[in-house]
């Protein structure tokens, strides 16, 4: 195949100012629209033909290492930084509110939930029994939603959390062994779509999975 380079405008890349692995994500509302993170946010509106700053970088300029999109509203994005710090605009990316109460460690995944922006699960690196975050306040608070005991998750690191296309209160993440699954938004873990308790993962089995990707609404890429 043919591969042409698609970064007109685009600066991060040469000065190296982006995470190893810098995020790249499609508007769920228009696919010619994209966003890229380095230190900035990047967006092109015209299939990455040209590309614009959407905002600069932030105090300490920490690199963008996640980037979502809310399916609600075209308006809305969520950006999480490897320095912990979470932020989301509702205008488009005229404003930005910024929640730094929370994190010390580096932003690897979030997910929107697909009907109400200001709910979200934010993934933080590091093994422990605390690196699944749930907000409904749009980052004012925070719950953790790893779970505990037999329907809890293992104390493993997670890569990627996504919620169900279709279901508001399913939640998927990828893990070092494989995909748990949550009917009811990470208070417990290992339910599968047809409600039967399941005691271990809802596969792949034994394998890491860094990134989980929805084809349609009935089909989860891992």
Sequence with gaps: ??????????????????????????????????????????????????WQPLRGPVFGNPNINAIAFAKSSPLVIWLGYDNGLVSFTSDG????????????????????????????????????????LYTNTAGASWQVRNGSGTTGLPTIAISAVTYHPLQPNWV???????????????LTWSVTPTGATNSGNDGPNNVEVDDLVWQGTTHLLA
């Design 93 to 132: 990316g005229s404003t930005w509110t910024d929640r730094t109460t929370v994190f010390g460690r580096q932003v690897l995944s979030i997910a929107v939930n697909p009907s109400v922006w200001t709910e979200a699960f934010v993934i933080l690196d590091q093994t422990s029994n605390d690196n699944v």
């Design 172 to 186: 998927y993440v990828g893990t070092d062994i494989g995909v748990f699954a949550s009917e009811d938004k990470g």
């Design 1 to 50: 195949g043919h591969w042409d380079p698609a970064v007109s405008g685009l600066t991060d890349h040469v000065t190296q100012h982006c995470a190893f692995f810098a995020p790249l994500e499609m508007s769920p509302h228009d696919p010619m629209t994209l966003l890229a993170g380095g230190q900035s946010l990047w967006r092109t509106t015209d299939g990455a033909a040209s």
